[in-house]
């Protein structure tokens, strides 16, 4: 059986060739094609992940965003609602003013009415009396021009005085 | 344990199909003997002392001697899947290659194989027989005691088939590195994105998986026998040069490349490994004396039989191929239009072997790379993974 009784030259060509192949392959061509798969790899894994960050990095910016402007709006309703509530309260506090000053005015007035008044009133009872004593001393002369007439009205003085 | 059984099952079928070829083969020279028993000795003397020659040679020296070739497909068979000291091309034309000799007498001698003239001169005291370069003396008998001390490096058809891979290797490879160098981090274009899943393969499905971690120290390896094992395949199912030599298929190569395989595990092999070998954890006493000599009997028989299967499987595919060509010829003998009629069906059946050849030769690569790897995995493995299984 030729067929299988391995040939001593082809072994030893086998050896020798094989091994230089390994050795030349090894170093020129195997290590260089697994190097550049293996940093492919990474390149591409790499790339993967940075990606993947980058979008969530994206999504947390949106949401900061989002955030923020929310925020912005929340203030500017707030500033809204403190300049109304500010409006009204200048508003109310001028109102109360105005009612006091013019009631004081009112007030005022009405005191010095009332003071013109009396002092008018004094000065008609004044005059009145005054007047009234000038009639009373005028009818008086009148009626003791008549010396009779003085008589009587010391009798009729003197009766009341007995009297008590 | 496992991985032998496993082994040993992939390679039964294809050795029922190799000794079934043999079979055939055997049975197409006896049916041929049968039907010219006058000539049947004749036949097969000349089958033995002039086998090596080209098919032409001796067809048409037949011819010239009977006036019509008679064919033998046994013969014709043999000589595709065996070495040779030139390469037959077709008809008488054949490539003449080195010679190459080195006898402890005249030392060194290298001339040409067509000094030989296919057998039927000798040169410089040397003859061409059976194939096999022996010494002749002055008188023209074979000098026996010097012929058992010659050392015959020639350059046989494998060995320049051998050659013609290792280039298209060398081109392929050195190539493509310079393309991943040149280019880092691009996609790959032309060769390299034909042998980049390739090797990716190799990476993560047979050494990955099967080495474990410490993969990195086997790849090249593991990368250089898949692919020489695949193209030399490959060439193999090339009918014309600079395919046709049955390399894998020859078994001083596969069993240099399990030579490998095995220097590789010795080299490799950690303690935990030669424990197991030797004194299997976890088994009682008596059972070691009958599994120490098992399992040292299976360090040697691991590259064995990767040395067999290879080489079966491919012979078992050209022997199979080759023999339903055979039929055609066969036939054609018996009655012309039998010939033309076989012939389809011949065709059909040799078109169909082909494709599955060409399916078998990834396949064997595959294979072969991969118990490589499963014994390297085996040899660094460490002790907590070893106690897994028991």
């Known amino acids: 059986m030729e067929l299988v009784k391995p040939a001593f030259g082809l072994i030893f060509w086998m050896f020798v060739s094989f091994a230089l192949i390994l050795f030349l392959l090894k170093k020129f061509a195997w290590k260089p094609i697994l190097e550049m798969l293996d940093e492919r790899e990474k390149t591409i894994s790499d790339a993967l992940n940075s990606a993947q960050k980058a979008k969530e990095e994206m999504t947390a910016l949106r949401a900061g965003n989002e955030k923020l402007l929310q925020e912005a709006r929340n203030e500017r309703d707030n500033l809204l609602k403190e300049a109304r509530e500010a409006k009204e309260m200048i508003i109310n506090e001028a109102k109360t003013k105005a009612t006091e000053a013019s009631d004081k005015i009112l007030a005022s007035a009405r005191e010095n009415i009332s003071n013109e008044k009396m002092a008018a009133i004094t000065e008609l009872k004044n005059y009145v009396a005054t007047l009234s004593i000038e009639i009373a001393e005028k009818v008086l002369k009148q009626e003791l021009a008549d010396p009779n007439k003085q008589k009587e009205l010391v009798q009729t003085l003197l009766k009341d005085t007995k009297m008590n | ?53 080209s098919i032409a040679t001796e067809a048409h020296a037949e011819a010239e001697h009977h006036g019509e070739e008679k064919f033998d497909a046994g013969k014709m068979i043999m000589e595709h899947v065996a070495d040779a000291h030139d390469w037959h091309l077709w008809g008488h034309t054949s490539i003449p290659l080195p010679v190459i000799i080195y006898s402890s007498e005249k030392g060194l001698t290298v001339f040409s194989s067509s000094k030989f003239n296919h057998g039927h001169d000798d040169y410089n005291g040397y003859r061409l027989e059976h194939n096999t370069v022996v010494a002749v003396n002055e008188d023209g008998t074979v000098n026996e005691e010097l012929s058992a001390n010659l050392w015959d490096i020639s350059i046989t058809k494998n060995t320049a088939s051998l050659f013609i891979s290792l280039l298209i290797m060398l081109f392929v490879f050195i190539s493509a590195a310079k393309a991943y160098t040149r280019n880092p981090n691009t996609a790959p274009k032309g060769l390299q994105a034909i042998i980049e899943p390739i090797i990716i393969f190799v990476r993560d499905d047979i050494a990955k998986a099967s080495i474990g971690p410490k993969y990195k120290k086997f790849m090249p390896f593991l990368l250089t026998v898949f692919f020489f094992i695949w193209i030399n395949n490959l060439l193999g199912l090339v009918p014309i040069f600079p395919g046709g030599a049955n390399l894998t298929g020859n078994i001083a190569v596969t069993l240099s490349l399990a030579v490998f395989t095995f220097i590789i595990i010795l080299i490799n092999s950690n303690k935990n490994y030669w424990i197991h070998v030797f004194a299997m954890p976890g088994v009682p006493v008596w059972v070691l004396f009958l599994l120490t000599p098992i399992e040292i009997l299976g360090v040697f028989l691991r590259p064995f039989v990767l040395m067999v299967r290879l080489f079966a499987n491919m012979t078992a595919g050209h022997i199979i191929a080759l023999s339903f060509f055979s039929l055609i010829f066969i036939f054609g003998e018996m009655n012309v239009v039998a010939g033309y009629g076989v012939s389809i069906f011949s065709l059909a059946f040799t078109l169909f072997m082909t494709c599955l050849e060409l399916l078998v030769a990834f396949l064997q690569a595959y294979v072969f790379t991969l118990l490589s790897a499963i014994y390297f995995g085996s040899a660094v493995e460490e002790h907590h993974h070893a106690e897994e299984h028991h």
């Open chain 2, 1 to 53: 344990m496992l991985n032998n059984i496993n082994g040993f099952r992939s390679f039964l079928p294809k050795a029922t199909a190799f000794s079934l070829a043999f079979i055939f083969s055997a049975f197409l020279a006896f049916a041929h003997e049968d039907e010219h028993k006058a000539s049947a000795e004749a036949a097969h003397d000349t089958i033995e002392t002039v086998q090596h020659d």
